[in-house]
Each structure stands twice: as structure tokens, then as C-alpha cells.
Nanobody
């Protein structure tokens, strides 16, 4: 079994910054991509950013230039540095990892961390 533990959410004023972290642990042979998704109240979950094992990144247009995703493979950890936060960035942020383990390749999700941006 694989567990993802997120941290770093909280309340911040518009224009502020937060850094999210997500650490994977358990029966891991390798981690393919890792990413961050968010779900705003009343909306569907959307991809915010993801990063491959080789370091290639992808971002949703609304966060380009403001958010940076990174990972430390040796620690099975992914980060999301969020700057110039806006109220529309408010939501629950979920970490996802595509992990190869004893059960083959599977998607695993964290339980989410709440980010609230006040205007």
C-alpha cells in the first residue's frame, strides 16, 4: 500500500504565497508522474500542475508564471510553490502520484489540504 501525505495549506491574503508538500511512502518501486489537483467549491477537480520523473512539467494556464512544481525523487516528495495567490485559487488541493509497486502501476491520491485566499 502507498500513502500520500500533504501539508502546507492554510489561509493567505491575495498576493501572498504558500508552499505545499506531498510525501509518498509505502511499497514503492518507482514513481512516474506526481501532480497537484484542486477542487474549488461547487466545481470539478482540475489538474493544476504535474511533473514527470525526468522533471518535465505541465501547468494549467491560470497558474502559469505564478506556481512552480518540483520534486525530490530521493524523498518521493513533490512540492507546489504558489505565489501571487488570488481568491480564485481557493480550494482543496490534492496530491496524486502514479506509482509502480507490488500491484503494478496505480494512481494514488492524498486526502487534500485546504487553501483559502482572502481578498
Amino acid at each position: 500500500q502507498v500513502q500520500l501525505v500533504e501539508s502546507g495549506g492554510g489561509l493567505v491574503q491575495a498576493g501572498g504565497s504558500l508552499r505545499l508538500s506531498c510525501a509518498a511512502s509505502g511499497s514503492i518501486f518507482s514513481i512516474n508522474s506526481m501532480g497537484w489537483y484542486r477542487q474549488a467549491p461547487g466545481k470539478q477537480r482540475e489538474l493544476v500542475a504535474d511533473i514527470t520523473g525526468g522533471g518535465s512539467t505541465d501547468y494549467v494556464d491560470s497558474v502559469k508564471g505564478r506556481f512552480t512544481i518540483s520534486r525530490v525523487n530521493a524523498k518521493n516528495t513533490v512540492y507546489l510553490q504558489m505565489s501571487s495567490l488570488q481568491p480564485e485559487d481557493t480550494g482543496v488541493y490534492y496530491c496524486k502520484a502514479v506509482v509502480t509497486g507490488w500491484s503494478g502501476k496505480k494512481d494514488y491520491w492524498g486526502t487534500g489540504t485546504l487553501v483559502t485566499v482572502s481578498s
